[in-house]
């Protein structure tokens, strides 16, 4: 895959579908279980387990240690929580402005989308700024489910079964 130049850090980002992956990794460490964390996202556990072996691999770190029936999240799955946080921020940020345009053109009668020329193209400076997007909450609509299965502790340690 070619990639616009300085863009060959985050290759692998680009090639392996991360966004589920990211889901997974950031609901087990939210949540403190495996188990909860794949109920709240509504997958089999053997799927959500999937994931964080193919996030780590594809990132060529480990994310989690194993001690006994606990998962304890590495430094490099702390550094990687942080990013999660910024991209779910980035795309609660886009859909709440698609959202706007969507009530906009349906306002006006007309229920076509933006036309790519009335697009502006992304820039490395609007990168940085989605990177810059405040990190304290955890994306609302991405883990919705977590009301539904509240944990009952939550702590940096993540229970297998």
């Known amino acids: 895959?070619?990639?616009?130049?300085?863009?060959?850090?985050?290759?692998?980002?680009?090639?392996?579908?991360s966004l589920p992956q990211l889901a997974a990794f950031y609901a087990v460490v939210q949540m403190g279980s495996v188990t909860r964390a794949a109920e709240a996202l509504c997958v089999a556990q053997p799927t959500l387990s999937g994931h964080l072996r193919k996030l780590s691999e594809s990132l060529g770190v480990v994310l989690f240690e194993a001690r006994g029936k606990t998962l304890v999240p590495t430094d490099s799955a702390m550094v990687l929580l942080e990013t999660a946080k910024q991209v779910f921020a980035a795309f609660e940020q886009c859909e709440l402005r698609l959202a706007s345009l969507r009530v906009q053109s349906s306002g006006s009668g007309n229920a076509s989308e933006a036309k790519p020329s009335d697009l502006e193209p992304v820039t490395d400076s609007a990168i940085e700024s989605a990177q810059e997007l405040p990190t304290e909450a955890p994306p609302s609509a991405a883990f919705a489910a977590q009301a539904a299965h509240p944990p009952q502790t939550r702590t940096a340690a993540a229970h297998v079964g």
Do not use: A, Y
């Open 1 to 17: 895959m070619k990639t616009p130049q300085g863009r060959d850090r985050i290759k692998r980002f680009l090639r392996h579908g």
